[in-house]
């Protein structure tokens, strides 16, 4: 069956959910993926800012669909995003988010030294000590998936602890790698988004620099268009 094709902004959205092969994919980036996931969202932040011409294919995990094939055969443990750029196929959003700034120019990667450490160090503040903790909050308020009330205390601790050192660091800069919008802006906004529907709203009004870096970053166009707000 062919499927029917949509444009939204500069992407191509294929529906219904099927695997964008054969004749006029063949060299089309392909995003794998739901645009609601926290993960999906960084990957279309980055198309967005990048402005990398796609097609996004909508992966159903309402439906279970990440959990089986064909999209099994593009991401091995069931989880989305995945690409395929041409042949070249791959998972893991935050990979994917490097590969496409590379691809489209490197703009969102500091030029220097320090700052690209800067950019991988709270790359991995988010991977290792923030998004686990927020999405306990994000399942429970957002998508209402119950969780244990020892793991929505445990959870809140940890997210109290990240949200301290990044207004102590948000102190310092307009944003996380310094004074420039990067990679690792991108990879925390999906949480935050999600998070000021959660109890996470309070903890952020105590803390006026990642408040005012919330404000910058949502506020982009980019991003509004991600969220559906424009």
């Given at each position: ?15 219904p959910i099927t695997p ?211």
């Open positions: 069956m062919v499927p029917a094709l949509r444009t939204i902004d500069d992407a191509i959205v294929v529906d964008a092969t054969g004749e006029g994919f063949a060299t089309m980036l392909t995003i794998f993926g739901h645009s609601m996931s926290t993960c999906t969202r960084k990957v279309l932040m980055t198309l967005a800012e990048t402005k990398l011409p796609h097609e996004f294919v909508t992966v159903d995990f309402g439906k279970n669909e990440h959990k089986n094939q064909p999209h099994l055969g593009r991401q091995p443990f069931g989880q989305i995003p995945a690409i395929d750029d041409g042949g070249f196929a791959f998972y893991e959003s935050r990979a994917i988010c490097r590969y496409l700034n590379e691809k489209a120019g490197g703009n969102l990667v500091p030029t220097d030294i320090q700052g690209r450490a800067l950019m991988e160090q709270w790359i991995s503040i988010e991977t290792s000590n923030f998004s686990g903790h927020a999405m306990k909050f994000i399942y429970q308020d957002v998508f209402k998936r119950p969780q244990e009330a020892a793991v929505l205390e445990t959870a809140g601790k940890g997210i109290e602890k990240a949200l301290g050192v990044m207004d102590a660091r948000l102190a310092k800069s307009p944003y996380f790698a310094g004074d420039s919008f990067t990679l690792a802006d991108i990879v925390f906004m999906p949480y935050v988004e999600y998070g000021m529907q959660t109890p996470m709203k309070q903890m952020i009004a105590k803390l006026p620099n990642v408040g005012g870096w919330w404000n910058r970053v949502s506020e982009r166009g980019t991003w509004q268009k991600v969220v559906g707000k424009k």
